[in-house]
């Protein structure tokens, strides 16, 4: 067994999981070590639950194996049942038992424990979660966020190898969804929990995980830092799925330079199959787009949309690209005006202009 198996909590190794002949999970791997949060970040339908599902063992394999602390407990020819994984998960509705109240909900799974340590153990969980003095409450007097926190709780209460989230924030709004992610993380990392997300949400998976992958049509394009899948996207999916920008068309030139209508770029980060002459696309990120009210160059401002500390607005170039560009909002252009832009490209994302994900 290799070393990097025995440092990890979590080894999925080319899984594939197929309903009758649908294949919906192909050949996907990655690993997680202690105290590790991975996420699974995709679009509805993507197959990132089933993946979840498959490490939850309520999905069996057709191909590959998943390994627990050292112990396989899925392959395509056996699959522990979950109960027998030393697994915590929590889910998108909470599943509260709303006739039990806060302490004895998080109590709900480490029953085997003698009275004192059960009570220790769940007055220290409450204290974990900003909750001391809710224990005896009951579910339907808390907000969501609070029963999040609780359910959270009563999954980390066993001490389990390994904790799966499917979607836990998403019936809240954007702003609670990003302080939980924060917060939960902050709890995990204290208890030295290991952890995977699922969601669809950037934003949290950026505010919580260590590492991420976008998952498309079964496949696991990119399992990276949320800086990597940003400043370097591996495929054009993954680069069109995280972050906002356009693609734009260019040629290569000689010496890593791209001729595009805008203006000729230095490229800093080729693809392998690009030559010289073959047609380029180029990511271009609304940061990449820099307001300068001196600058000679100038772009047409088609939309705005106000997010508080920044205006995002669309603009039109001259031969009629569009682009993105977030501005801080002090500055205060409206539609219809003339915006000066400086063209800063300091993370330059080039693909083939063929390049697909099959």
Same mark, same amino acid.
């Given at each position: ?69 050292? !112990? ?10 979950? %109960? ?18 806060? !302490? ?13 340590? &059960? ?152 693809? &392998? ?42 603009? %039109? ?16 252009? %409206? ?22 994900? &099959?």
């Amino acid at each position: 067994m290799s070393s990097k198996k025995i440092m990890s909590i979590l080894t999925v190794d080319q899984i594939s999981v197929a309903y009758d002949e649908n294949q919906v999970v192909n050949q996907v791997s990655f690993s997680l070590k202690k105290g590790e949060i991975g996420c699974l970040l995709g679009p509805s339908g993507c197959g990132k639950t089933t993946i979840l599902r498959a490490i939850a063992g309520f999905e069996s394999l057709k191909q590959g194996s998943i390994t627990l602390c050292d !112990a396989i407990v899925s392959d395509a020819k056996f699959t522990m049942p979950p %109960e027998k994984r030393n697994i915590g998960m929590v889910f998108q509705d909470f599943a509260l038992f709303p006739h039990l109240n806060i !302490a004895d909900n998080i109590a709900f799974g480490i029953r085997h424990l003698s009275k004192k340590d &059960k009570k220790e153990r769940v007055n220290q969980l409450l204290k974990l979660i900003n909750l001391g003095d809710y224990g005896t409450r009951y579910p339907h007097e808390l907000s969501g966020g609070q029963q999040q926190r609780i359910a959270l709780a009563r999954g980390l209460a066993p001490k389990p190898d390994l904790i799966l989230m499917d979607e836990p924030f998403s019936s809240m709004d954007t702003e609670l969804r990003e302080e939980l992610a924060r917060e939960v993380r902050i709890i995990l990392k204290h208890e030295n929990i290991t952890a995977i997300l699922v969601t669809h949400d950037q934003n949290e998976a950026f505010a919580m995980a260590d590492n991420i992958g976008v998952v498309n049509n079964g496949k696991l394009l990119q399992w990276d830092e949320g800086y990597e899948l940003y400043h370097e996207p591996k495929s054009l999916i993954v680069a069109d799925f995280i972050g906002q920008g356009v693609f734009i068309d260019g040629v290569m030139l000689e010496d890593h330079q791209i001729k595009t209508t805008l203006a000729i770029f230095e490229g800093h980060h080729i693809p &392998k199959e690009v030559s010289v002459g073959s047609k380029v696309k180029v990511l271009v990120r609304p940061d990449d787009i820099i307001h300068d009210d001196c600058s000679p160059r100038k772009a047409k401002i088609l939309s705005r949309v106000f997010r508080g500390a920044n205006n995002l607005y669309t603009l %039109e170039m001259e031969d009629g690209t569009q682009l993105l560009s977030l501005v801080h909002s002090h500055h205060n252009h %409206e539609v219809g005006e003339e915006l000066g832009i400086v063209m800063e490209f300091e993370h330059m994302v080039v693909f083939a202009d063929n390049q697909s994900d &099959k």
